[in-house]
T-cell receptor, first 113, second 114 residues
Framework: DTEVTQTPKHLVMGMTNKKSLKCEQHMGHRAMYWYKQKAKKPPELMFVYSYEKLSINESVPSRFSPECPNSSLLNLHLHALQPEDSALYLC????????????FGPGTRLLVL | ELKVEQNPLFLSMQEGKNYTIYCNYSTTSDRLYWYRQDPGKSLESLFVLLSNGAVKQEGRLMASLDTKARLSTLHITAAVHDLSATYFCAVVDAGGTSYGKLTFGQGTILTVHP
């Protein structure tokens, strides 16, 4: 089973709202990732969690707050977003070593009004 | 800083024809990935290339890696409409401080028409 699940599939939020994106995998992977993808662009890495610890933060604004409650779950908390944050947010996971193949979830399409 | 460049960025092919997508990267890496993305969908892993001279084939797609030239190719044989998608190559930075960081090429939008 190489499945990463994400909820919700679509999300519309206002600039004053607080919402969360969720990601789950049951492949025993020990690294999990958040990416942001704008239309017709490649994914851009936001955060990496390795063994449930934040190992990379790609200078992401604090209105995005990741959380890894356990080895299977990854959340992205959203607060006071801007319209330019509208994008496809992809979660991925991989085995816990450098360079392991990353498997991507279906994504959450976010629209900020 | 690792840079990954693909070309062409747009590729319009006729069914039955062959073509190659190129992926160049700027610093040492021993691991290169090819992903496919359909419109509005997520990324699907196609190939992982692990060493110099590696060649992988799946159906009408064949990928190769030349680490000395820092070049990977994705060759399409006898294209069919179902191959229409965006193809990304991605490289892992070999630097120890960049754990898990994939750097993607810009993507090649492939359209196969009759």
């Amino acid at each position: 089973d190489t499945e990463v699940t994400q909820t919700p599939k679509h999300l519309v939020m206002g600039m004053t709202n607080k919402k969360s994106l969720k990601c789950e995998q049951h492949m025993g992977h020990r690294a999990m990732y958040w990416y942001k993808q704008k239309a017709k662009k490649p994914p851009e890495l936001m955060f990496v969690y390795s063994y449930e610890k934040l190992s990379i933060n790609e200078s992401v604004p604090s209105r995005f707050s990741p959380e890894c409650p356990n080895s299977s779950l990854l959340n992205l908390h959203l607060h006071a977003l801007q319209p330019e944050d509208s994008a496809l947010y992809l979660c991925a996971s991989s085995q816990g070593w450098q360079g392991a193949t990353q498997y991507f979830g279906p994504g959450t399409r976010l629209l900020v009004l | 800083e690792l840079k990954v460049e693909q070309n062409p960025l747009f590729l319009s092919m006729q069914e039955g024809k062959n073509y190659t997508i190129y992926c160049n990267y700027s610093t040492t890496s021993d691991r290169l990935y090819w992903y496919r993305q359909d419109p509005g969908k997520s990324l699907e892993s196609l190939f992982v290339l692990l060493s110099n001279g590696a060649v992988k084939q799946e159906g009408r797609l064949m990928a190769s890696l030349d680490t000395k030239a820092r070049l990977s190719t994705l060759h399409i044989t006898a294209a069919v409409h179902d191959l229409s998608a965006t193809y990304f190559c991605a490289v892992v930075d070999a630097g120890g401080t960049s754990y898990g960081k994939l750097t993607f090429g810009q993507g090649t939008i492939l359209t196969v028409h009759p």
